[in-house]
C-alpha cells in the first residue's frame, strides 16, 4: 500500500505546489497539494489519507496521476467542470462567438425578429458553436459579459456603406476621449437632452 511514492520534485514545481496548499477557494487543488508533499516528505500513504481526509486508495490515485502528468494531472478547475466532471467544451474563443452570435440581426440568422434564451441555446448547438449549454448558464454567461438581453419588435440596421467604419470611429470617441476635449452626442429621437457622459 506504501509503496506509491511522488517522484522527485523540481523547484518550480514545490513552489507551485506550496501556492497550490495554500489555495483557500479551492480545497481540492490545496488536499492534492499537500498529498504531494507529504509523500515526497516521506510521510507513509495511510498517514497521508487520515491528514489530509481521505482514502489510501485516492491518496495512490493522486500520487500515479502526478507521477504520470505532473502538477496538470491533480489540478482541478472548477469553473471549467460540467455536472458530470468533464471539461466544458467552450472556453474563452466560445465565449466570444455565442456574444457575436447575440449580437447579430436575428432575422438573418433564425428568420424571426427577436432572440430568446432557448432560440438562442438552440442555434448555438445547431451551428456546433458549443455542443451542448443550459438556458441558465448562457444567462450567466450574457450577464457577466454585459450582454444586455432586450426584447425588440423589430432589429434597426443602418443601410450605410461605410456604417461599421463610423460606428468603430464613434466607439473610439467614446472609450478614449480627446484629453481637454468633450464628446457631445445628439439623439434624432426626441427632445434634446444633453447629459455629462
Not at 522527485?8 to 498529498?35: D, P, Y
Not at 510521510?43 to 481521505?54: E, F, Y
Not at 438562442?120 to 448562457?138: F, P
Not at 480627446?178 to 434634446?192: H, K, N
Request: hydrophobic share 35%.
Amino acid at each position: 500500500m506504501d509503496h506509491v511514492r511522488a517522484r522527485r520534485l523540481t523547484s518550480g514545481e514545490r513552489r507551485r505546489l506550496r501556492q497550490m496548499k495554500r489555495q483557500l477557494a479551492n480545497q481540492v487543488n490545496s488536499r492534492h497539494a499537500r498529498i504531494i508533499l507529504l509523500s515526497t516528505g516521506g510521510v507513509r500513504n495511510r498517514d497521508i489519507a487520515t491528514l489530509a481526509d481521505c482514502t489510501p486508495q485516492w491518496v495512490r490515485i493522486i500520487l500515479h496521476r502526478f507521477n504520470a502528468q505532473g502538477i496538470d494531472g491533480i489540478t482541478w478547475y472548477p469553473f471549467y467542470q460540467d455536472h458530470s466532471g468533464q471539461p466544458r467544451k467552450f472556453f474563452a474563443d466560445h465565449i466570444e462567438r455565442i456574444v457575436e452570435v447575440v449580437r447579430a440581426p436575428p432575422k438573418q440568422l433564425i428568420g424571426l425578429t427577436e432572440w430568446s434564451l432557448p432560440k438562442l441555446r438552440q442555434y448555438l448547438i445547431e451551428q456546433g458553436v458549443v455542443t451542448s449549454i443550459s438556458i441558465e448558464h448562457l444567462r450567466t454567461l450574457l450577464r457577466q459579459r454585459r450582454v444586455r438581453w432586450r426584447r425588440t419588435k423589430t432589429w434597426k440596421e443602418s443601410n450605410d456603406p461605410d456604417f461599421d467604419r463610423k460606428c468603430r470611429a464613434i466607439r473610439r470617441l467614446y472609450q478614449r476621449p480627446p484629453s481637454g476635449g468633450r464628446v457631445i452626442c445628439v439623439d434624432e429621437f426626441g427632445p434634446l437632452n444633453l447629459q455629462p457622459c
